[in-house]
């Protein structure tokens, strides 16, 4: 593979994951940064994928430590494996986040199946839940929807690792603003 194929491949694993559960793709680790500058890393899923714009979505709950990180520090890392061929994709860029009045969170909750709506209808992430069981706490369909936001995410370069025997490769590519190209190039891995 040339470096404009690499690129193509990376992002159209990408776009292929967001509607793939399947995909090793699927789930990727966003990291941010703490108001005390310590790195912090979680699973999320992706949503869905702008290859023109370089984006990929994200939904959360607004009322999690990574929405008020995000909202501190928007710079972040999207990190992805695939095990066949072993390949790394660590996406950095910005994230924008959109609360539940947003039109973009609006329509992607309207979306949403029952079962992942219900995900927001719990107490608080990370609030200690103590005896209390599962069911009880849960609150209605609409309440849930004001904990719901969306995250967009913006890559402003790409990192990619391809894993092999004995000539592992790796080539980091940037965009601009709009998700156009700017440099592709080989690196040592
Ligand atoms: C496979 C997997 C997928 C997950 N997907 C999401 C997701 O899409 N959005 C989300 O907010 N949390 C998701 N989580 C939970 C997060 O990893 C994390 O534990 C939670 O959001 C709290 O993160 P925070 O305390 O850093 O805000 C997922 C966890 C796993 C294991």
Redesign the pocket.
């Known amino acids: 593979m040339n470096l404009a194929e690499v690129n193509a491949s990376a992002w159209a694993e990408l776009e292929s994951a967001a509607a793939d559960p399947q995909s090793a793709f699927r789930?990727l680790n966003?990291c941010?940064v703490d108001a005390g500058g310590r790195p912090?890393a979680?699973?999320?899923?992706l949503?869905r994928v702008d290859v023109a714009r370089r984006i990929l979505e994200?939904?959360?709950?607004v009322r999690?430590?990574?929405?008020q990180?995000i909202s501190a520090n928007p710079r972040v890392t999207m990190l992805g494996f695939g095990p066949q061929p072993k390949v790394q994709l660590r996406l950095q860029g910005s994230a924008e986040l959109h609360g539940p009045a947003s039109e973009c969170a609006t329509e992607a909750w309207s979306l949403l199946p029952r079962s992942t709506r219900s995900t927001y209808m719990g107490g608080p992430?990370?609030d200690d839940i103590g005896e209390r069981p599962a069911s009880e706490g849960r609150i209605a369909d609409a309440d849930g929807q004001a904990f719901f936001g969306m995250l967009i995410f913006r890559a402003e370069t790409l990192d990619w690792f391809q894993l092999r025997h004995a000539d592992n490769r790796r080539a980091v590519f940037a965009y601009d603003h709009l998700g156009a190209l700017t440099s592709s190039r080989w690196v040592n891995p």
């Open positions: 789930y966003l941010s912090q979680r699973m999320v899923v949503r994200i939904h959360t709950d999690s430590p990574k929405w990180e992430p990370s």
